[in-house]
């Protein structure tokens, strides 16, 4: 059950409070004792988000005041997504934020 077919990512994140989609996540890969280390670029290739041993916790918080309310702007952004230990390549692909 620890293949990369067994990897669900978000493709959605919409924190506007109705509990669906609020967080980017990495799912089905629980119990697998995988490292999970995520970055999140913006359009223009800005490093927006970094964490490592991540959480399935980000809901779109900005570092800097860049959106509304503390959060990124609307819009499609970009995740690499690393399981160390794996022994799988990195997953790439890209992430809708939208608060509305």
């Known amino acids: 059950p620890c293949t990369g077919e067994d990897v669900v990512i978000s493709k959605t994140v919409t924190p506007n409070g109705d ?3 609020q967080y980017f996540e990495v799912t089905g890969i629980e119990g697998c ?3 999970i280390d ?4 913006n359009r223009w290739g800005a490093l927006i988000y970094e964490s490592h041993n991540y959480q399935n916790n980000w809901d779109g918080s900005a570092s ?3 959106g509304n309310a503390d959060k990124v702007p609307n819009g499609t952004y970009y995740y690499i997504v690393n399981l160390k230990n794996s022994g799988l390549k990195p997953f790439t692909g890209p992430i809708y934020f939208g608060t509305k």
């Open 33 to 35: 004792n995988y490292v």
């Open 19 to 21: 509990q669906w989609n």
């Open 64 to 66: 800097s005041s860049i």
């Open 38 to 41: 995520v970055q999140i670029y």
